[in-house]
C-alpha cells in the first residue's frame, strides 16, 4: 500500500521554541493531508485540512497562528507548532489522500514534549 | 454532525478468547466505516473497512459488518492473540478518500498469555 513517512517520531523542546513536523507521502501524490493531535487516553481530532497550493482550513477552536500549515507540494505538508508551551505536548499524527485512494494513508506519529 | 461511539475500555482478554468491540456512528448518508489499530509507539493502521450497508471487511481474523438499520460496525475475532494487543478506532468518512475522518475514542485491547 501507499506510504506515509513523518518526521520526527519524536522530539523534546524548549517552551517557547518552534517545532516543524514533516509528513510525506513517498509513493503517490497528495492532493490533500490532514493534520490530526491525539491527547493522552483520548481520540484523534482533527485540526485541519490542506489541499497542495491553498490555504488549510482549520478546525474550530484550533489556532492558525499557533499551528502553521504549509503544502507546498504534492508531496509534503508541514506542520510548525509556534512558540511551543507544554500544553502543545501531544500526538501528532498526520494522513495523505490522493486521486484514485479510496483511503487515507497515516504516518507514524510524531510525539512533541515541550518541557 | 457526524460521530462514532465505541465502547470504553480497557479490555483484558486471555488468549484465544472472543473478541467484540462495540462501535455505532451517527451520520446522513451512507459513510463509509473503518476500524484502525495503534500499536504502541506507533501510528495508525487501517485493518478493514466497508462502504456499504451489509459490507463485510476482514482481515487478519478480525471481521466487522456494516449495518445500516443500527448504525453499528462492531469488530470481532473469534480467537485473540497476544500480538492483538493494540487500541483500536472506529472511524468512519463521509467519502472514501479526502474527506476527514471522525474517530472514536479508541479502545484499549490487552490479551494475556
Known amino acids: 500500500g501507499a506510504v506515509v513517512s513523518q518526521h520526527p517520531s519524536r522530539v523534546i523542546c524548549k517552551s517557547g521554541t518552534s517545532v516543524k513536523i514533516e509528513c510525506r507521502s513517498l509513493?503517490?501524490?497528495?492532493?490533500?493531508m490532514f493534520w490530526y493531535r491525539q491527547f493522552p487516553k483520548k481520540s484523534l481530532m482533527l485540526m485541519a485540512t490542506?489541499?497542495?497550493?491553498?490555504?488549510?482550513?482549520?478546525e474550530q477552536g484550533v489556532e492558525k497562528d499557533k499551528f502553521l500549515i504549509n503544502h507546498a507540494s504534492l508531496t509534503l505538508s508541514t506542520l510548525t507548532v509556534t512558540s511551543a508551551h507544554p500544553e502543545d505536548s501531544s500526538f501528532y499524527i498526520c494522513?495523505?489522500?490522493?486521486?484514485?485512494?479510496?483511503?487515507?494513508?497515516f504516518g507514524a506519529g510524531t510525539r512533541l514534549s515541550v518541557l | 454532525g457526524d460521530s462514532v461511539t465505541q465502547m470504553e475500555g480497557p479490555v483484558t482478554l486471555s488468549e484465544e478468547a472472543f473478541l467484540t468491540i462495540n462501535c455505532t456512528y451517527t451520520?446522513?448518508?451512507?459513510?463509509?466505516l473503518f476500524w484502525y489499530v495503534q500499536y504502541p509507539g506507533e501510528g495508525l493502521q487501517l485493518l478493514l473497512k466497508?462502504?456499504?450497508?451489509?459490507d463485510k471487511g476482514s482481515n487478519k481474523g478480525f471481521e466487522a459488518t456494516y449495518r445500516k438499520e443500527t448504525t453499528s460496525f462492531h469488530l470481532e475475532k473469534g480467537s485473540v492473540q497476544v500480538s492483538d494487543s493494540a487500541v483500536y478506532f472506529c472511524?468512519?468518512?463521509?467519502?472514501?478518500?479526502?474527506?476527514?475522518?471522525?474517530f472514536g475514542k479508541g479502545t484499549r485491547l490487552s490479551v494475556i498469555a
Open positions: 451520520a446522513t448518508g451512507y459513510p463509509s
Open positions: 490542506s489541499n497542495e497550493g491553498s490555504k488549510a482550513t482549520y
Open positions: 494522513s495523505a489522500a490522493g486521486e484514485g485512494l479510496n483511503i487515507q494513508y
Open positions: 466497508a462502504t456499504k450497508a451489509d
Open positions: 472511524a468512519l468518512a463521509r467519502n472514501s478518500g479526502n474527506t476527514p475522518l471522525v
Open positions: 509513493d503517490f501524490q497528495a492532493t490533500t
